[in-house]
């Protein structure tokens, strides 16, 4: 056997409220009850009867102005909707969910794709976070000008843009080297930074002054370290 369906507590209550217009118990100019009032009257939520106060308005029965509450706007119209609710009225209420149902999707969709493209770019910035720093070896050459200086005294980092982050020496590494460490021959310098840095490094560490054209190419004494 077909069950019929039960129409949605915000329509029966829309229908209720425009009954009461359509029979004059509520005439036009009227105002209606806040919707606090009006839940604890019908029972439900405010949310509820703020579905069943844009039903109404939508059908013209009453109008909701903004911090002024709804006011009865046609008897007319009241009637109609009442008649025309109870022709089809299992048919007017699925169609009715239906549409408060798309509108239910199209918020949590747009919702959905907010929360996904927050979490991308998230993902993006952790990602790259935890990516390790580009690192090279530049090595101090006989004669270089940097033997028997400290790394304070170069103004390494104003000099080139980048960090020694350790200095291989023969079979020994010395990590996070401090200022006042001093650079041998043959030492090997480890650094972070751009390959820009690592070129301004190898210069420095030649004895080369001035910029020179590489092509784009990082010179061969510099190598890359991870």
Known sequence: MRQMTVPAQYLQIAVDVASRVAGGDLREGDRLYGRSIMASEYGVSPETIRRALRLLADMKVIDVKPQSGAVVLSQDNAKRYVDG??????TRSLRQQMKEILR???????????????????????????????NYEVTVPPGSPLIGKNIGALRFWQSTGGTIVAIRR?????????PYAELYDGDVIILVGPPAAAEAAQRLAAGHTEVQETGGQTPAAVKGAG
Do not use: C, D, H, K
């Open 85 to 90: 609710f109870g022709e089809g009225a299992e």
């Open 104 to 134: 239910e999707y199209e918020e949590l969709n747009r919702r959905l794709v907010e929360v996904s493209a927050a979490l991308i770019q998230s993902q993006e910035t952790y990602s790259s976070a935890t990516e390790p720093l580009p």
């Open 170 to 178: 023969r079979q020994r590494v010395i990590l996070s080297p401090g």
